[in-house]
């Protein structure tokens, strides 16, 4: 059963450029979310979508967005980039219901320069 | 507002002791679970606690869920140094379908 896939694993922008990152969720999950992972931070909630819907936003500026696909496949989007903004982003599948456990990608480290 | 506090943060020990790692919450919850990361790497889902009373037991560890009291623990038994990483405990706001999470204790096994 293949896990969860996001791309790319490393990106590294410069400030004011945009980035899309993209997460596919294990097969049959409905759930994907967010989150954003810095030293100084520790792990944030960014936001969560379950059949092509936003069910919660946590408290990021705007800059930050998503979306799901009818597939479940997931992106998210941040634009202009601060350097504030490195940080490994997780994304987590999930079946979107009751007590259903959480399965993360590897990430992908975003470096802004 | 839903908070996870962890402690200890840092944890450095030598092979073979035993010691835990606790998990309070502020709010209601009867969802708790924990995970694992390793230096550079994603989060590896070790146990999902999901009523009171409830203990799970992998190899070394052993986690607990005390939702009276609002804590979790993770045991280590006999640690090894394979066991050195990071370990979240996450509890699950789902009235808002998200993870709030503790700091994270850093562990370190010395051979």
């Known amino acids: 059963k293949a896990g969860v896939t996001q791309t790319p694993r490393y990106l590294i922008k410069t400030r004011g450029q945009q980035v899309t990152l993209s997460c596919s969720p294990i097969?049959?999950?409905?759930?994907v979310s967010w989150y954003q992972q810095t030293p100084g931070q520790g792990l944030q909630f960014l936001f969560e979508y379950f059949s092509e819907t936003q069910r919660n936003k946590g408290n990021f500026p705007g800059r930050f967005s998503g979306r799901q696909f009818s597939n479940s496949r997931s992106e998210m989007n941040v634009s202009t980039l601060e350097l504030g903004d490195s940080a490994l982003y997780l994304c987590?599948?999930?079946?979107?219901?009751?007590?259903?456990?959480?399965?993360f990608g590897q990430g992908t480290r975003l470096t802004v320069v | 507002e839903l908070k996870v506090e962890q402690n200890p943060l840092f944890l450095s020990m030598q092979e073979g002791k035993n010691y835990t790692i606790y998990c309070n919450y502020s709010?209601?919850?009867?969802?708790l679970y924990w995970y694992r990361q390793d230096p550079g790497k994603s989060l590896e889902s070790l146990f999902v606690l999901l009523s009171n009373g409830a203990v799970k037991q992998e190899g070394r560890l052993m986690a607990s869920l005390d939702t009276k009291a609002r804590l979790s623990t993770l045991h280590i038994t006999a640690a090894v140094h394979d066991l050195s990483a990071t370990y979240f405990c996450?509890?699950?706001?789902?009235?808002?379908?998200?993870?709030?999470w503790g700091a994270g204790t850093k562990l370190i096994i010395k051979p």
């Open positions: 709010t209601t919850s009867d969802r």
């Open positions: 097969s049959g999950h409905r759930s």
């Open positions: 996450a509890v699950d706001e789902v009235s808002n379908y998200q993870l709030i």
């Open positions: 987590a599948s999930s079946r979107g219901t009751m007590n259903t456990e959480a399965f």
